[in-house]
Nanobody, 123 residues
Framework: QVQLVESGGGLVQAGGSLRLSCAAS????????MGWFRKAPGKEREFVGA????????YYADSVKGRFTISRDNANNTVYLQMNSLKPEDTAVYYC????????????????WGQGTQVTVSS
């Protein structure tokens, strides 16, 4: 069974950086797309970005493009979300998710989810 475990969240000042990790197990991830989503209080779950495990193509929401970078480590089955130039509006619980096949920006199309990690950006 596929399991996803996020780590790396925390409190950071505006303008700072954090790197989130998503350790994946229990599947053949070469055929998966991995997505990052976030959920802030009172807001809908929001697409952040995605990576196609095979080939490494990445896709980003406009709100994070140029500031966030997704990468993967094939040897360790881990996906990373490098977040730079953080803003208070980036404060949210961040989730990684997985689905077989191509990527999607719709959270409902992802089957497997991690438990989430809190990111708080202070002004």
């Amino acid at each position: 069974q596929v399991q996803l475990v996020e780590s790396g969240g925390g409190l950071v000042q505006a303008g700072g950086s954090l790197r989130l990790s998503c350790a994946a197990s229990g599947g053949t991830f070469s055929y998966y797309a991995m997505g990052w989503f976030r959920k802030a209080p009172g807001k809908e779950r929001e697409f952040v970005g995605a990576i196609i495990w095979y080939g490494g193509n990445t896709y980003y929401a406009d709100s994070v493009k140029g500031r966030f970078t997704i990468s993967r480590d094939n040897a360790n089955n881990t996906v990373y979300l490098q977040m730079n130039s953080l803003k208070p509006e980036d404060t949210a619980v961040y989730y990684c998710a997985a689905r077989a096949g191509s990527w999607s920006s719709k959270w409902s199309e992802y089957v497997y989810w991690g438990q989430g990690t809190q990111v708080t950006v202070s002004s």
